[in-house]
């Protein structure tokens, strides 16, 4: 019998497949902020520069933080809260569960990279695990669901 996959390799495909997935999506943010201020606007987060450029800083530079394990833990607990925003706010549109699920599905490995830690292969670590306190994981979700409730879609 051989020996399973070491975590360490599990978590730099875990990270591999973060990182890949924040440039993907924050490549265009960081390209084109005129049109990411825009869209943060129309989905009713004002000031719409603001949010598009936080946004596109945490996806943009959280993929290369991802894929360089360099504080990735740290990385993951922002796009983690991007997530939990971003699956309220589909359910305040009521988009269907198939459009955020997505965003559960990354909230998830967020979630494991977070209780794990990047792994052995990372350049610098961070204890993301003082995110995970019940305390923190209730007060995120509040307000994560206030903030994405109190935007104002102009066409949802």
Not at 21 to 35: A, E, N, R
Not at 53 to 79: D, P, Q, R
Request: glycine share 10%; hydrophobic share 60%.
């Amino acid at each position: 019998m051989t020996n399973p996959i070491s975590s360490d390799w599990l978590l730099v495909y875990i990270r591999a497949t973060m990182g890949i997935i924040l440039l993907y999506y924050g490549w265009p943010k960081i390209t084109h902020f005129t049109s990411n201020a825009a869209d943060f606007v129309g989905m009713g987060f004002r000031p719409g520069w603001f949010w598009g450029t936080l946004i596109a800083v945490v996806e943009f530079f959280g993929g290369i933080a991802m894929l360089a394990g360099l504080y990735a833990e740290l990385a993951a607990s922002l796009f983690g809260f991007q997530m939990i925003v971003g699956a309220f706010w589909k359910l305040k549109i009521k988009k269907p569960f198939t459009d955020y699920s997505y965003d559960l599905q990354l909230l998830a490995l967020c979630v494991v990279l977070m209780a794990l830690g990047a792994g052995r292969f990372s350049l610098a670590l961070f204890d993301a695990t003082i995110f995970l306190r019940w305390g923190v994981v209730i007060a995120a979700i509040i307000v994560g669901a206030a903030f994405a409730y109190s935007s104002k879609p102009s066409a949802a």
